[in-house]
């Protein structure tokens, strides 16, 4: 499994996100650096499409959001805000950077559903979090999650440019 933690902050991928994210949150009026370096991270963390599903005990990938829902819910409280904090993620980056996705398939999943599971993800992994850093930045994020989504949507359409789709095809992200 890919590990982008492992990433050097020196390394041109990781600086080409930084650099997208900064001038998204420009785009969208927020200018707060605890989510300017998460969203970085988060565009870094899901890289490849493995990283997008959680999974679950036995290494099954959760693909449904009202699955994700009852995982959070039936987990170990100790697990509890991870979950939950996937969840915020997922949707958080499908709503950013696939939302013609929500209307695919069978059935058309109405965005403010995502919207408001985002949200509660993430207040919920602020609730169970005991570090008061992470805390902060989850709030953050459940209280900014529209601007955000609005902030990956900007990074969406400005790495659909065929520069940056070469330049993605060049570091093999794409």
């Not at 499994?1 to 650099?19: A, G, S, Y």
């Not at 290494?59 to 819910?73: F, H, N, P, S, T």
Request: hydrophobic share 35%; proline share 5%.
């Amino acid at each position: 499994m890919f590990d982008w933690t492992e990433i050097p902050n020196n390394h041109p991928v990781k600086q080409l996100f930084r650099n997208l994210t900064d001038r998204a949150l420009t785009q969208t009026s927020l200018t707060d650096r605890d989510i300017h370096q998460y969203l970085s991270d988060l565009l870094l963390e899901m890289l490849y499409v493995e990283s997008l599903y959680p999974h679950d005990e036995q290494g099954k990938r959760i693909e449904y959001l009202v699955d994700m829902l009852q995982w959070a819910e039936e987990a170990p409280r100790r697990q509890r805000k991870t979950h939950y904090k996937r969840i915020g993620d997922f949707t958080l980056f499908v709503l950013g950077m696939f939302p013609e996705s929500l209307s695919r398939g069978r059935r058309a999943i109405p965005r403010s559903y995502y919207q408001d599971t985002g949200r509660h993800g993430y207040r919920m992994a602020s609730e169970l979090e005991s570090d008061s850093g992470s805390t902060v930045v989850y709030r953050k994020m459940a209280d900014k999650f529209d601007p955000c989504v609005r902030s990956l949507n900007w990074v969406r359409e400005y790495t659909s440019d065929p520069f940056y789709q070469y330049v993605l095809r060049e570091f093999r992200v794409m």
